[in-house]
């Protein structure tokens, strides 16, 4: 045995897991397949100062962010902050700093170990088979990512077939103006998907691309260079910028699925959808999953139980603290990518209605709260006059 719990993945689900299951006194192993945690980057890393302050992430790994402009083809709607509530994160840093997290906890950290195969008896998981060995565990997590890797394989197909496919250069941009992100809409800068600018400090800024497969055949890379190109038509100084990275990733841009367990094997994350599809925005989402995930998992083995029913309150609880947020992003992003220029010119004359604190809780896939009411109800004629 190679230890209680194997998690397979050490991106922010697999590390947060691992964190919670060693804490609760168990012994986890995570395989990492690349050569270290957090690289090559696969985000852009925006999020929210209020809720990585809730997950514990220390200030020194996100940049603050004071001003948020959207821009549509013909019209634009700028949200200013003096009390910054977005953020960009340090990516790796972030990453490293949960394994560190995992690591004091007791959790075993395994670098350039591809988890190949789930082993199963039964039907029942019992291990994962790497590109070395067999390792043998109580419990076994995938937290591959999108790929779903172990699930596949263990019979628990998410059947994901829409994807964020997004490409971005992380530039030196002196002349960028580190307190302002902005995101862009419309066919010529992101076909049924949206274009970022998030500087991130110290003169970094990534510039990104990303559409939604099959919605749109395009390719993001067509469409990156182009942007960076024509920047300063979007009021982004690029003047001098050079690429210090080019990333490039997958998300899958599907509601959360219905199984998260089977017997023996748990999946967290993008591995089984638990970002928000609203704007392809996960990492704070992968590490509640991976907490709650990791408690779940810990009560399981004191009982000397991980069947799928000792495991599926995971499911339950992420359904019902989450669960009505997240559908409701999923459909909104669905109807948005079909969208054409003339209607997000449309939209974004609405958007401007919003405060800055109500713009920011709709990107927070805050989606029922009662900001929404307020706003429904103060401004009911513009939106019955503009919703066509
Ligand atoms: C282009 C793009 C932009 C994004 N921008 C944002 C953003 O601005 N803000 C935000 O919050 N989210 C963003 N996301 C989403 C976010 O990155 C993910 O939702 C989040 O990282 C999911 O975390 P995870 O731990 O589930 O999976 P991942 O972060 O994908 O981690 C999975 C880990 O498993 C490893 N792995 C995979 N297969 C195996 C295997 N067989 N064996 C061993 N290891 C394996 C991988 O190397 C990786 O380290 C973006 C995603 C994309 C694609």
Redesign the pocket.
Known sequence: MQSDVII?????????AAATIARAGRTVTV????HE??SPI??????FIDEMDALGIPRRLYHPISRVRFLSPKEAATFDYPQPKFC??D?RGT?QYLAERAIVEGAQIRLS????NPITEDGIVRG?R?NAEELRSKLVID?????S??LKQAGLDPGFRR??????YDLFAPHCDQSEAVLLVGGTVAPSGYA?V?PWGRGRV?V?V?VVHPDSREN?EDYLDALVANADRFGVNLKGAQPVEH?????PSERFVDRFAGDGILG????VG???SL?????????H??RMAGEVAARALAKGDVSRAALEPFERQWRKRFGSDLRLAHEINVRISKWDDDKWDRRTKLLKLLSPDQFAEALKTNLRGRWLWRFAASHSRELAAGWR
Do not use: K
């Open positions: 397979a993945g050490a991106g922010p689900a697999g590390l947060s395989l990492e397949q690349n945690i957090g696969r985000t852009s890393g925006g999020s960009i994160l990516v990453f170990a591809h988890a190949a994962v790497t937290a591959t990512g999108y790929r890797t172990l994807f964020g496919v997004g490409s971005e970022w998030c990534r990104g990303g993001p990333h490039t990733g997958l998300i967290i994350g993008d591995a638990n970002a928000s704007l392809g925005e996960g990492i704070r989402w992968a590490i999953a991976g």
